[in-house]
């Protein structure tokens, strides 16, 4: 996959930067910034993503892919070569690093991201496929990432939903690379994913307006979204409820029975014991801690 050419860019490297987190549609998952490199001159460069955070910056998930040249990335003990069309996907702290070898030249491309759901995805493909993966001539990702890119450089980029929908794509296709699985199912996961974070807060919205909105079966539809995502489409439905729940606690004035109406419970008590059973502590202890915070 060829880049665009843009004269205006440094030759080394180029970067753009994606759409802002704030969008509350989009906080779970969210692309931030996107790169492209090249290395001719000679160096050696060695990144070791254990140590690499600065004081500032919070951690996040790097997807890089080589696009000609070589590189190498090394997971303990064991390090691999990076040639065109193979890639990592790592949380950033993690025992791994990558680089390049003395003589070598590289050229690759990356993205970094984060929110909760993206760590969890990302932890899923690397259990079932490890870090490294190998992208076919042609491949999808491949050509999603770069497009990523060039419509940062052109300031073309489009909504933060559809670029945060443009990841899930991302994400689901290197899982089933990794895995085997249909890139027709991993869209309809994706398309599924992004149904939960739009409609959430409607009471009424349950699994089969999820099966419906992607056209399978209930049935046929929860055993793929298990098998993709490790985890049922109710209990995705269930967290960005409680994870909205818990960013309203923390930063609004509403009432413990505002917020679960608000986040599309119709129960106020079933909503409270949800919300112990995941953060450990209730709702109204949240509201009482929020009011000393204030003080």
Request: proline share 5%; charged share 25%.
């Amino acid at each position: 996959m060829k880049l665009r050419s843009y004269p205006r860019m440094p030759a080394q490297q180029a970067r753009g930067i994606l759409p802002s987190t704030h969008d509350p549609n989009v906080r779970h998952l969210y692309p931030y910034r996107v790169g492209f490199q090249k290395v001719d001159d000679g160096r050696v460069i060695h990144w070791d993503n254990q140590t690499r955070l600065g004081k500032s910056e919070h951690p996040y998930c790097l997807l890089q892919i080589s696009l000609a040249g070589r590189g190498y990335f090394q997971d303990g003990r064991r390090r691999q070569n990076l040639p065109a069309r193979t890639g990592f996907l790592v949380p950033i702290p993690s025992e791994t690093s990558y680089g390049l070898a003395p003589g070598q030249d590289w050229e690759w491309i990356w993205v970094g991201f984060g929110g909760d759901f993206a760590f969890q995805l990302v932890r899923e493909i690397n259990r079932r496929g490890g870090y490294r993966f190998k992208f076919p001539e042609g491949s999808e990702v491949l050509e999603r990432v770069c497009r990523l890119y060039d419509q940062s450089v052109m300031d073309t980029l489009p909504s933060n939903i559809e670029v945060s929908l443009e990841l899930h794509r991302i994400l689901l296709d290197i899982d089933a690379l990794a895995a085997g699985y249909d890139v027709e199912i991993n869209d309809a996961v994706t398309l599924a994913l992004q149904q939960i974070d739009l409609e959430f807060r409607d009471a009424e919205f349950d699994l089969e307006a999820l099966a419906r909105g992607v056209s399978l079966s209930k049935f046929h539809f929860l055993r793929q979204f298990k098998r993709v995502t490790g985890q049922t489409p109710m209990l995705a439905l269930r967290m960005r409820r409680l994870r909205e729940a818990r960013d309203l606690l923390a930063t609004s004035n509403l009432s413990v029975k505002e917020v679960a109406y608000a986040v599309g419970y119709t129960s106020p008590i079933a909503f409270s014991a949800a919300f112990k059973r995941e953060f450990g502590r209730s709702p109204s202890e949240r509201v009482s801690g929020r009011g000393r915070n204030r003080g």
